[in-house]
């Protein structure tokens, strides 16, 4: 089945610069990769998603980036703020229609 | 419904009881899947369903784990001889059809096996 990775696991930044997520998947004929934030206790919320036929795609000061050769795709967060400190999520939708996650990234957003 | 609903939100039982999670989707939406997650980690594939029928059910981790969905719409998750290492937050989430991108969550079921 599909594994996808994630990395950094933790990841601090000071408010106002840029985060970045990495994430890599396996298997080739995944074709749909979305980004979920959670925050303390709450449920996954989607933020951002990205197709196989697209290579890049931003929402406002998020975006995501994908290399279908490479088999990984990444979130960008910039200017960041206080209120983006979350655990993050990727996921990637495999031909069988199941989604299989990354261990996710704890950001934080220092003031 | 207004979004996933799940019940109980929290449950706390003794090792060796039978337990039961509930997922009441989104209304129209065909697939429905449940996950588990443990804290600190990434939610982990349990089963799918389309309609009424376990599309995939390979995520589940022995034969003490169960999910029905006799109607296409609710379903339940089912788990017997409950041990210390099944408490977890079952997460269900549910999608407009096998082809609709976009996964949405209820607030999970945080089981507790004392």
């Known amino acids: 089945g599909e594994n996808v990775e994630q990395h950094p696991s933790t990841l601090s930044v000071q408010e106002g610069d840029s985060a970045v997520i990495k994430c890599t998947y396996s298997?080739?004929?995944?074709?749909?990769f979305p980004w979920y934030k959670q925050e303390l206790g709450k449920r996954p919320q989607l933020i951002i998603d990205?197709?196989?036929?697209?290579g890049e795609k931003k929402d406002q000061r998020i975006a995501v980036t994908l290399n279908k050769t490479a088999k990984h795709f990444s979130l960008h967060i910039t200017e960041t703020q206080p209120e983006d400190s979350a655990v993050y999520f990727c996921?990637?939708?495999?031909?069988?229609?199941?989604?299989?996650f990354g261990t996710g990234t704890s950001l934080t957003v220092i003031p | 419904g207004a979004g996933v609903s799940q019940t109980p939100s929290n449950k706390v039982t003794e090792k060796g009881k039978y337990v039961e999670l509930r997922c009441d989707p989104i209304s129209g939406h065909t697939a429905l899947y449940w996950y588990r997650q443990s804290l600190g980690q990434g939610p982990e594939f349990l089963i799918y369903?389309?309609?009424?029928?376990?599309?995939?059910d390979s995520g589940l981790p022995n034969d003490r784990f169960f999910a029905v969905r006799p109607e296409g719409s609710v379903s339940t998750l089912k788990i017997q001889r409950t041990e210390r290492g099944d408490s977890a937050v079952y997460l269900c989430?549910?999608?407009?059809?096998?082809?609709?991108?976009?996964?949405?969550f209820g607030e999970g079921s945080r089981l507790t096996v004392l």
């Open positions: 989430a549910s999608s407009l059809n096998s082809r609709g991108g976009e996964l949405f």
């Open positions: 369903f389309q309609g009424t029928g376990a599309a995939d």
């Open positions: 990205i197709r196989s036929n697209v």
């Open positions: 996921a990637a939708r495999s031909a069988g229609n199941q989604f299989y």
């Open positions: 298997d080739s004929a995944s074709n749909y």
